[in-house]
Nanobody, 116 residues
C-alpha cells in the first residue's frame, strides 16, 4: 500500500524556520521525483519545490528561492522541505507528491501557519 505521510507543520512567527518531512512507503522511492505543493485557504494548490529521484536536480517556485531547500534521503525514503525566513503568505497546507513514469501519489498534507 502506497503511503506518503507529511509531518512537521505547526505555527511559527514571521522570520522563523520549519522543517517538513514526508515519509514514503509502498513504492520504489528512489525512482520517483518528489515535490512539495501548498494550498492556502480559498486558493488553488501550487507548486513549491521538486527534486529528482537521485537528488541531482532541484526546482523551486520563484517566491521561495533562497528561503526553502528541498532534499531527500533515499535510504530512509523521506523527502524534506527546509523553510526559513517564513512569511505570512507561506501559510498553507503543504503536500508532498511522488511522480513516477506511470503513477503519481499525494500525501494528506500538513498545516503551516505563519503568524505573529
Amino acid at each position: 500500500q502506497v503511503r506518503l505521510v507529511e509531518s512537521g507543520g505547526t505555527g511559527v512567527q514571521p522570520g522563523g524556520s520549519l522543517r517538513l518531512s514526508c515519509a514514503a512507503s509502498g513504492f520504489a522511492f528512489s525512482e520517483y521525483a518528489m515535490s512539495w505543493y501548498r494550498q492556502a485557504p480559498g486558493q488553488e494548490r501550487e507548486f513549491v519545490a521538486s527534486i529528482s529521484g537521485r537528488g541531482s536536480t532541484r526546482t523551486y517556485q520563484d517566491s521561495v528561492k533562497g528561503r526553502f531547500i528541498i532534499s531527500r534521503d533515499n535510504e530512509k525514503d523521506t523527502v524534506f522541505l527546509e523553510m526559513s525566513s517564513l512569511k505570512s503568505e507561506d501559510t498553507a497546507v503543504y503536500f508532498c507528491k511522488a511522480r513516477g513514469d506511470w503513477a503519481e501519489y499525494w500525501g494528506q498534507g500538513t498545516q503551516v501557519t505563519v503568524s505573529s
